[in-house]
């Protein structure tokens, strides 16, 4: 109820901002599925309407709290969403619910949503489930993992509750008949690591593709903050290989160097998914133009504002978009700011293959 009263608040100052100081010129108002208040998007986005309102833009996004991703996905498959709505998401959202309701899937995903949903422009890349922390000298890999405490996010949460599960069990064998797998909120999860009540969790960061700005999250701040060695357990190129051979999926795998996170002491390999924002193929082709020229306009004035826009870069916005996944409107506004053929140098966003 909560997150329901937060949404309705979001959409009521939306309003009460139209109201008060849209231009004469006429705009499309586009509803825009996020995540919970204090992810990052919900506030980001804030910022992007109240400039495109201010500035009369013929495209304005009105910012919508929901309960996260995994949500935004099978609400998305609803036919009222396909010609006014965006959501965001991540590239293994998408591939992962087009096989919703398999036995591996269907915790998390009740029902596949067979549709290509088409990329509109990458906003972030999220590391958290592709990696793990602990205090405890003794575990090494995530094979260490077995018969051991793990705190997870919720199932409902893709990257700190849906992911990790997927890398755990199909990259590493351990899965909750074997192991004392938690699914747990962020918070709770990491007062559990530091109380002893879980041996080993994950925690988050953000970055963009050349990795030189990151987004340290408030639970990682607060494991960086206890008086303790902090340790790393990375996930394996090899782990991330059979999680993408099995499902289809695009994680991709990169290596930390020491020092590149609060306590880091050595190199540490991990996996990163790249998250976007998406829409139905039906979504207006002029309206997603729109969007995406005013955000190429508003990122660099914003980058002081919010840490979210701080990483937007057009790399970003471009990296994992293809012919095959690109809304058309999206590539019309890259095209015509001469960015379009950039995308031939980042590995695609596929759709799996149909089972």
Excluded at 79 to 99: G, N, P, V
Excluded at 129 to 153: C, E, H, N, Q, S
Excluded at 167 to 190: F, S, W
Aim: hydrophobic share 40%; aromatic share 10%; glycine share 8%.
């Amino acid at each position: 109820m909560r997150v329901y009263k937060r949404l309705a608040g979001l959409a009521a100052v939306a309003a009460i901002s139209a109201s008060l100081t849209v231009p004469a010129v006429s705009a499309t108002n586009i509803p825009t599925l996020l995540c919970p208040w204090g992810c990052g998007p919900t506030e980001s986005d804030q910022m992007l309407m109240n400039m495109q309102i201010k500035d009369g833009k013929k495209a304005v996004v009105l910012p919508q709290e929901t309960p996260g991703y995994m949500y935004n996905i099978r609400e998305m498959a609803n036919e009222r969403h396909w010609k006014k709505s965006i959501f965001a998401t991540e590239d293994i959202i998408i591939q992962l619910a087009m096989q919703g309701g398999s036995p591996e899937l269907k915790e998390f995903l009740p029902e596949k949503i067979p549709i290509k949903f088409k990329l509109l422009y990458g906003e972030a890349w999220w590391a958290q489930g592709k990696f793990f922390v602990t205090f405890d000298p003794k575990i090494k890999t995530p094979a260490d993992f077995k018969g051991k405490r793990v705190g997870l996010g919720l199932r409902g949460q893709s990257d700190w509750g849906v992911f990790p599960r997927l890398v755990l069990e199909h990259g590493y064998g351990i899965n909750p008949k074997n192991t004392d797998i938690r699914h747990l909120t962020p918070a709770a999860l990491t007062q559990q690591l530091l109380d002893g009540t879980v041996d080993v969790a994950i925690t988050a960061f953000g970055t963009e593709p050349s990795m030189t700005e990151l987004l340290v999250s408030p639970p990682f701040r607060q494991l960086e903050a206890a008086n303790r060695q902090l340790r790393f357990v990375g996930v394996s190129k090899e782990a991330l290989d059979k999680v993408n051979s099995k499902f289809g999926t695009t994680f991709l795998h990169t290596t930390l160097k020491a020092g590149t996170l609060p306590k880091q002491t050595e190199p540490l390999s991990l996996g990163v998914n790249r998250a976007y924002k998406a829409a139905h193929p039906d979504f207006p082709e002029d309206v997603a133009y729109n969007l995406v020229m005013s955000v190429a306009e508003y990122a660099p004035k914003l980058q002081a504002q919010h840490p979210l826009w701080k990483i937007m870069t057009k790399d970003l916005m471009l990296h994992g978009l293809s012919e095959e996944n690109v809304h058309p409107g999206a590539k019309r506004a890259f095209v015509e700011l001469g960015w379009w053929n950039d995308v031939k140098k980042f590995p695609p966003v596929t759709y799996p293959a149909a089972k």
